[in-house]
């Protein structure tokens, strides 16, 4: 393999910039010539592919985002766009392909290689750790910790005012973010959508806790897990206590990877490069139990994504 390109695709995480870098100069190191598209398979589909260098990635290691813009691209799922793609990379004589992101990302890295025989390694890396082969996706560690940094500072303002505080998270099908900063935040309630709750028992153990002494409560809540507005309006009619909604939305995509996420980006996208240079069949990239595994991409959405129990048991005994 003597030339090779990467993208980033899907929702941008922290720690994307960090991983191209990795996969650019481990390309470089093996005399390898390294090409970034921009836009993702968008921007793949259209030909948008330059030429990368060692500088093209200096400074780029502590910033969030994606300096190689990222893109939806539903009609990736279809065969012809596949094939303008395939036909994009010929053209460029690119034989090896590095992509970066989450399930979508995955799914059409596997429609790439079995449909066209491209030779492709995918890097997972989305905020919402909801990839079920790994233990860990880049971003998730920061988006954790600005969560947790978010929870911190509320907690400020509800002991001021005496209320109760429901901070929602991102998390759609996964409750990762909700659970681990929640937990590390020390919430009174983490509300996922993997676990069923009674808002009648909350309210009630909300009143409760008010009436002696504890005047200021936190909620956590994945997206996934109802809506918030509902959630908060059920709790303050059946507790009598005020319930302050925030949104964190977007916030926890950005700034700057912690060190987790940048040592994580680095080992995945050295391993990139080595699987392709050693000619590996096509892959997704993963770690468990700290040590960084390949996975074929079909076995990748076979993995089913257990949510951790005994982490959400802590939880609920410490916040007592």
């Known amino acids: ?11 941008d995480a922290p720690g994307m910039n ?26 793949l589909v259209k030909g948008e592919i330059n030429r990368l260098g060692s500088r093209s990635v200096s400074d780029m290691i502590h910033k969030g985002g994606t300096f190689l813009k990222t893109a939806r691209c539903p009609e990736f799922k279809d065969l ?20 970066i992101g989450g399930d979508g990302t995955l799914r059409g890295a596997k429609d790439l290689s079995d449909n066209f025989g491209i030779k ?8 919402d750790n909801d990839l079920a082969y790994t233990d860990y996706t880049v971003g998730f560690d ?20 005496d209320r109760v505080s429901l901070l929602e998270v991102m998390g759609r099908h996964c409750g990762d973010i909700a659970l681990y900063a929640g937990t590390a935040g020390g919430a009174e309630y983490i509300l996922v959508p993997e676990i069923p709750y009674d808002l009648d028992e ?18 956590v809540l994945a997206e996934g897990a109802g809506d918030r507005d509902e959630i908060a309006k059920i709790i303050s009619e059946k507790s009598g206590i005020s319930v302050k909604v925030n949104n964190f939305g977007y916030i926890q995509r950005g700034g700057s990877p912690n060190m987790a996420d940048r040592v994580l980006a680095a080992r995945f996208g050295y391993k990139a490069v080595e699987l392709i240079r050693d000619k590996h069949d096509s892959c997704a990239i993963g770690i468990k139990d700290n ?19 005994r982490l959400y048991n802590i939880a609920h005994v410490l916040s007592l």
Request: proline share 2%; charged share 20%.
């Open 80 to 99: 012809e766009a596949q094939r303008q793609a395939a036909e994009a990379l010929s053209a460029f004589g690119i034989d090896g392909l590095v992509v």
């Open 1 to 11: 393999m003597e030339r090779i390109a990467v993208l980033t695709s899907g929702g």
């Open 142 to 161: 920061t988006a954790v910790n600005t969560v947790l940094g978010a929870i911190n500072n509320l907690r400020d303002t509800m002991h001021s005012h």
């Open 18 to 43: 960090a991983c191209i870098r990795a996969v650019v100069r481990t390309a470089l190191n093996n005399k390898m010539d390294i090409y970034g598209i921009e836009r993702g398979y968008a921007g």
């Open 202 to 219: 909350i309210a009630s153990k909300i009143k409760k806790s008010y009436l002696r002494g504890k005047t200021s409560n936190m909620i």
């Open 291 to 309: 040590k960084i595994i390949t996975v074929p991409f079909e076995e990748v959405s076979k993995a089913e994504k257990k949510f951790d129990n």
């Open 120 to 127: 492709v390694m995918g890097i997972p890396a989305t905020i």
